[in-house]
Structures are given as structure tokens and as C-alpha cells.
């Protein structure tokens, strides 16, 4: 029986229990003279029954998993030849890993060297006996976990206090498992960064403004030297996501406007879904939407009156970059605006004042921080974003303010130095993991302060 | 309500007292509103003289806020509601096709339940009204304005340092003077007044009802109240409101020591309400 099997046959043993648990307390019950004696619902010792059961069964088998290759390893160690042991520990590896392969695909009736034969059949003779061994185990103690905990439904056991404190477990057990998952990504990428601070200075990295990460693969290669000044990524970046910005601020603004201030209920409830479509699309088709249909356009205007015009421009990708991220704005936006107290437009209107006047002096300065709040969440979502860039943005790496021009973003380089064959301890590669720390840092940032301004705005009006 | 007094309001046709006085400053006469199919206010006529309080009173739902509401066309903003009958303030009909509401309400100030100060500066909050209909040319003269309107409403020495505090950190009565002295920035002639005390705690109500007895000199005012005291300390004539009925309007003091209709009586001697 394969552990997986095992897993699901200690599942349903559980569920059994836990019929099995209800009815008991049932009877219990009805010997003492109903459930009002009983001081947890059936349900509750059904579980707790279940719990008892699946458990000690399931540890038990993880734990089993978790030991059972090291054990196997050492006692196939006896029956490994001697001229392999002789050559050193990765010799052995090397043996062990092949002679696992050949069990796993089943080949040990076509191995022509007999002393492999030999340790091929142990090992897997040991790995039946182990499976076989866990089977039982596990099998018996679920059984004993669930008999044990039938004996305890009484009407003094606290079923539903045990229960409730294991389900704790499990929720605090899947809350942390998000939360170490970003530790563990964050710690990968603060280790490779480091890996290659120690190959690149951190000023020049930082201040620096050439970027042309070739590294050498080859000693007599030449144009080997590379530079990893991240500058002009930086300031490729934040000029798309300026110019992105340009777009969505206003758009997102005034359709929140439109929809919190003046829609009726009914216009509202289909243009709110609509505009929050665009979030939805995905970001490849803006992409290639940037690519094949904006830019050109651009470009095409631009010559028109003389501008000359790269065929990927920071504009085209900055443009539609807005266009994705105008929810973003307009959907908090409205939210906000909405949540302004009716009394305060009341007191407005009550001393004359029209409805835009009421908006523009008394709506938006009450709904300001929430809107700022917005727009940084916004801004942190343009910062990040990959594949309209890389799509539409180019790869010029240069310091330029000019809109027409192609530049590139931190994003893209990540994305053109982790594609492709690389060697993995190059300088080039590295400087990947400390450009997304970079930009890690920086819409932390501006999460937390969009969060913190939020968080404000909300405790004005509790 | 018992027998006798369900009689009384089902044979109700005619408000007891006297509704009109002398040269009003508003006259409001026949005045019914429904929201939708439902009607708040049956057959309403009522004056505000000048320089007089009218104190309306009435058990929840009897129609007051609404009938308030009425006179600075507040209730515009709610779409289901409609406005029947006679309204005019100095003679001029307040639902006639000239009158433009945001106009009127310069003219017709509100304070309101709750204290709703803008998330403003306490100058700016003052300013707002004068700001918004262009009274005052300079810095200096608008200046002038906000100290007057903040002296008048008593709050002046209270925050004459912090002008630049935000309005949102006064505390509830400060606030509440801080929506009146709003609402006199732009020097209205009427200021209605939808229970402007009930948020508020003692002390702070007898600064405002104190007030209240100081505007008078220069303003007609309307205050809707559930404090049947209140009522009898700042107003000179109580109107009493049922069921959107207007049961009986007198003088303030013939309405607490000798009510016409078994309804007041019931109401101010608190057999129900």
C-alpha cells in the first residue's frame, strides 16, 4: 500500500469514527438521561473520536516517511561492493541513487552485474517490509486512537473544549504556512542577494549608471568585464510607471466620482463590474495590446509631425499600464467616497452649496487619504508589473525623461537575465535576485504607507 | 394610545390654536409630503415670525423632521419625495420655478442631529459658506466673518488659538457651536434646527439652548425637539406634532400649562409618547 492510499484509508477510518463517535454519545446520553446531561453536542465526541482516530495515524506516518530513506541508506550500506566503498562517498551516491532508479522503474531482471542484482532486490525487500510494517502500525494505531477516545465519551468529558483547541491548531497551522512561505521567499532572495554584493560593490550597484550585466563565461572572452549599475532600470521604471500613473489618477478619480456622486443605483451596478473587468484581463494581453496596436499608433502620430519615435516607446507601454490599473483607483476610490457620512454633504448642502461644490471642497478632502491610499496601491501594482513591460517597453537601458524612447525596467532585466541557460553563481544571474529584493523593498514600501494611510482615514469615521 | 385620544385624532381636521401670527418671516399652509405612496405630512399650516423660536414636538415618526426638512427644500435630495401646498418665505413661494434651492438654503440655514463638522480646519469650516457664495473680498474681511460667527455662537474664546485644529477634534458641544457658527457664516435669515441637542450631554445643551435664546435677537428659528423642557425653556411658540398631524400650535407657555387638545395634554404630561 502506497502512503498515499495509507493517507486516504486513515481519512475515511476517521470519518467512520466519527459516525461511529455521534451515535455512541447518542447512547450515552440516553443512559444518563438525555443530551442536557451531555456537556458536548454529539457532534463535538464525533470528532473528538475522528481526531483520536486520524491523528496519531497520520503523524505516524509522516514521521515514518520522513526517517524511512535514512534507515533504508545504512542498511543497504552492508551490501554495497567494496571497490565502490573504496572509491569515496560520492562513488556511493552515485551506486545508491542507481540502483533506486532501477527499483523505481523496474528493471532489476535486465541488471547484467550481479552484486548490483543483489543490493537492488534488498532494497527492495527493505522498502516492502518498511511499507508493510507502516501499513500495520498506523492501521493499529488509528484503531486504538479511536477505541480509546469511544471509551471516553462520558457525559463529564469536555469533547467540545478538545476539539475547539485542535481546531486552533489547524488555523494557527495554515496561517503560518502563508506567512513562512514569504519569510522563506524573501530570506532565498536577501541570501542571493548577498551572494552577489559580494561580487558586485553595493554602491555601484546602487549608484551606479551603466548597466550591461555580460559576464564573462569564458577566460579570453572578450567585452567580459559587465557593469551592474541599476540606475537606468530605476529610472525606466519610474518613468512608466509616471506616465501610467498620468492615465490612471485622473480616469480612476473621476469615474469614481461619476459612480459614487452622480450614477444612479442602476448605472452603477453594471459600469462599477464592467470597469472592474479591466483588472481582470490578463496582463499578457495588454501586452501584446501595447505592443502590436498602441505602439505603432504611436509611433504612426508621432512621425506624422516629425517626432521621431523608437517602435517600443515608454509611453505606449506606460499608457496602457493606466488603462490596466484605472480599477484600482476608481474601485477604492469609490469606496471611500461612498463611505463619507451623508451628514456631511447634508451640512454642505444646507448652507448652499451646490452638489460639485460639495464634492470638490467637502467629498474629496474628507475621502483624501483613503484615495491617496489607493493611488500608492495602485503605484506599487505599476512598479511590478512585468509583462506589458517587457512586451512593449524595450530593452534600452538608458537614462532618458523622454516618453518616445524605448527604456527598460527592473522587472524586464529580471526577466531577460533568468531566462535562458545560465550559470547559476554568475554575477549576471545573481544581480537578478538583487534587483527583485530592490524592488521588493520599495513596493513594500509603499504598501505599507498606502495601508497606514488607509487604516487612518477608516478610524476618522468609526 | 387609548380610546378617547384615538377619537380625538381620527376626528382631528383642524389645527387648534392659532398657526398664523403677524407678518411672518415663513408661511407654510396646506402643506402635505409623501415619500412615494406614503404620506408624512397631512394638511401642515404653520408661521415663523421674526425673532421668535418655534419649538415643534412629537412622539418618533410624527412627521417634525420632515416638516423641517420642508422649509430649506432639504428633502430635494431624497428622489421619492413630493411637496404639496404653500410655502413662502417674505412672501416669495419657496417650490415656485424661479427659487433656486442651492440659493434658498444661503438664505435658510440648518443645524443638524448630529454635529457633521467638514474634515476641514475649524477657520475653514467657518469659512466654507462665506468661501462658497463670495461674501467677503479679502483675507481680512473673511477673517472678520469667521470671528463674528464663532463669537456669536459662543465658541470663539474656546478656540481662538488652534483655528487651524482640525473641526473633527473639538469635542461633541464644541462641534455642535462649530455647525451653528457655520450655518451663521453666511448670515441666513431663518436657522432650523433638527434636535441639535440630542447628541450632546448636559451642560453642553444648556450652552447651545442659551444660544439659541441669543440668535433670536437676529434670526427666526425652528427647532425640532424631543425634550419637552427644552422646548418650554427656549421657545416662544410650541407647535405639536401626531401622526404627520399638526395637532394644536400656541403660545409656549398656554401649550405646557393648559392644552387645548387631549393629545397635547396626554404628550406633555407623558401618558405616551
Known amino acids: ?462 | 394610545m387609548n380610546k378617547s385620544a384615538q377619537e380625538a385624532f381620527d376626528n382631528l381636521t383642524e389645527t387648534v390654536g392659532d398657526a398664523q401670527v403677524d407678518k411672518p418671516k415663513m408661511r407654510t399652509e396646506n402643506v402635505n409630503v409623501f415619500y412615494g405612496t406614503n404620506q408624512a405630512i397631512h394638511d401642515v399650516s404653520l408661521d415663523i415670525g421674526n425673532n421668535e423660536v418655534v419649538a415643534m414636538i412629537g412622539p418618533s415618526g410624527c412627521g417634525k423632521s420632515t416638516f423641517l426638512r420642508c422649509l430649506n427644500r432639504m428633502n430635494d435630495t431624497i428622489p421619492s419625495c413630493r411637496v404639496e401646498g404653500s410655502i413662502t418665505l417674505d412672501g416669495e413661494d419657496l417650490y415656485g420655478p424661479d427659487l433656486d434651492p442651492v440659493l434658498l438654503r444661503a438664505r435658510v440655514g440648518m443645524v443638524f442631529q448630529k454635529p457633521n463638522p467638514f474634515a476641514k480646519s475649524i477657520y475653514d469650516n467657518v469659512a466654507y459658506g462665506p468661501r462658497i457664495h463670495g461674501l467677503s473680498s479679502n483675507r481680512a474681511e473673511l477673517d472678520d466673518i469667521v470671528t463674528d460667527s464663532l463669537k456669536k455662537a459662543g465658541l470663539f474664546d474656546e478656540v481662538k488659538n488652534r483655528l487651524d485644529a482640525p473641526g473633527t477634534s473639538l469635542s461633541g458641544g464644541q462641534q455642535q457651536r462649530l455647525c451653528i457658527a457655520r450655518s451663521i457664516a453666511v448670515s441666513p435669515e431663518v436657522i432650523l434646527m433638527d434636535e441639535p441637542c440630542s447628541a450632546l450631554d448636559p451642560i453642553a445643551t444648556a450652552r447651545i439652548e442659551e444660544l439659541i435664546d441669543e440668535l433670536r435677537q437676529n434670526f427666526a428659528i425652528a427647532i425640532v425637539t424631543h425634550s419637552m423642557q427644552q422646548a418650554a425653556r427656549v421657545s416662544q411658540r410650541t407647535a405639536y406634532f401626531h401622526l404627520g398631524k399638526l395637532v394644536e400650535v400656541n403660545d409656549t407657555k398656554a401649550v405646557f400649562t393648559n392644552p387645548q387638545h387631549e393629545l397635547t395634554e396626554n404628550y406633555i404630561t407623558g401618558r405616551f409618547g
Request: hydrophobic share 55%; with cysteine.
Open chain 1, 1 to 462: 500500500m502506497s502512503a498515499t492510499t495509507l493517507v486516504l484509508v486513515a481519512i475515511a477510518l476517521a470519518a467512520l469514527s466519527f459516525a461511529y463517535g455521534r451515535m455512541q454519545a447518542f447512547q450515552v446520553a440516553s443512559k444518563h438521561g438525555g443530551m442536557k446531561s451531555m456537556h458536548s453536542l454529539p457532534s463535538h465526541y464525533g470528532m473528538m473520536v475522528a481526531l483520536w482516530c486520524a491523528l496519531p495515524a497520520l503523524a505516524i506516518i509522516i514521521g515514518w516517511k520522513l526517517i524511512e530513506p535514512t534507515v533504508i541508506s545504512s542498511v543497504l550500506d552492508g551490501s554495497i561492493p567494496q571497490e565502490i566503498v573504496d572509491a569515496g562517498p560520492k562513488t556511493i551516491e552515485l551506486y545508491k541513487n542507481d540502483i533506486g532508479n532501477l527499483v523505481d522503474s523496474d528493471k532489476i531482471s535486465g541488471i547484467a552485474d550481479a552484486g548490483k542484482k543483489l543490493a537492488a532486490e534488498k532494497l527492495r525487500g527493505l522498502r516492502h517490509i518498511s511499507s508493510v510494517a507502516l501499513m500495520i502500525l498506523a492501521l493499529c494505531v488509528a484503531v486504538v486512537g479511536a477505541s480509546l477516545a469511544l471509551k471516553r465519551i462520558k457525559p463529564n468529558t469536555r469533547a467540545r473544549v478538545t476539539v475547539e483547541k485542535i481546531v486552533r491548531f489547524f488555523l494557527i497551522g495554515s496561517a503560518s504556512i502563508a506567512i513562512l512561505t514569504t519569510v522563506g521567499i524573501v530570506a532565498s532572495v536577501i541570501f542571493e542577494s548577498l551572494r552577489f554584493f559580494q561580487q558586485v560593490d553595493f554602491f555601484d550597484f546602487v549608484a551606479g549608471t551603466q548597466w550591461s550585466p555580460q559576464t564573462a563565461i569564458r577566460a579570453d572572452q572578450a567585452g567580459s568585464s559587465g557593469s551592474f549599475g541599476a540606475v537606468p532600470l530605476f529610472v525606466g521604471t519610474l518613468l512608466i510607471s509616471f506616465i501610467a500613473m498620468i492615465v490612471a489618477v485622473p480616469f480612476g478619480l473621476l469615474s469614481a466620482i461619476y459612480l459614487a456622486e452622480y450614477a444612479s443605483r442602476r448605472v452603477r451596478s453594471i459600469v462599477k463590474p464592467l470597469l472592474e473587468i479591466l483588472a481582470g484581463i490578463p496582463t499578457v494581453v495588454y501586452g501584446f495590446f501595447a505592443a502590436l496596436t498602441v505602439a505603432p499608433a504611436i509611433r504612426h502620430v508621432g512621425e506624422s509631425i516629425g517626432l521621431s519615435v523608437s517602435s517600443e516607446s515608454a509611453l505606449a507601454a506606460g499608457a496602457v499600464m493606466g488603462i490596466m490599473i484605472i480599477p484600482f483607483v476608481s474601485s477604492l476610490s469609490d469606496d471611500v467616497i461612498t463611505a463619507v457620512p451623508q451628514a456631511m454633504r447634508d451640512g454642505s448642502y444646507g448652507l448652499g452649496s451646490t452638489k460639485s461644490e460639495t464634492i470638490r471642497q467637502v467629498v474629496i478632502p474628507a475621502a483624501l487619504p483613503g484615495i491617496v491610499g489607493g493611488i500608492l496601491l495602485a503605484a506599487s501594482r505599476a512598479i511590478g508589473e512585468t509583462m506589458i513591460v517587457v512586451m512593449a517597453a524595450g530593452l534600452a537601458a538608458k537614462i532618458t525623461a523622454n516618453p518616445l524612447e524605448a527604456v527598460t525596467t527592473v522587472t524586464v532585466q529580471i526577466v531577460t537575465l533568468l531566462t535562458g541557460d545560465q550559470e547559476f553563481d554568475s554575477a549576471k544571474t545573481l544581480a537578478a535576485f538583487a534587483l527583485g529584493l530592490m524592488l521588493f523593498v520599495v513596493t513594500l514600501c509603499l504598501n505599507v504607507i498606502a495601508l497606514q494611510v488607509v487604516r487612518k482615514y477608516r478610524e476618522q469615521y468609526e
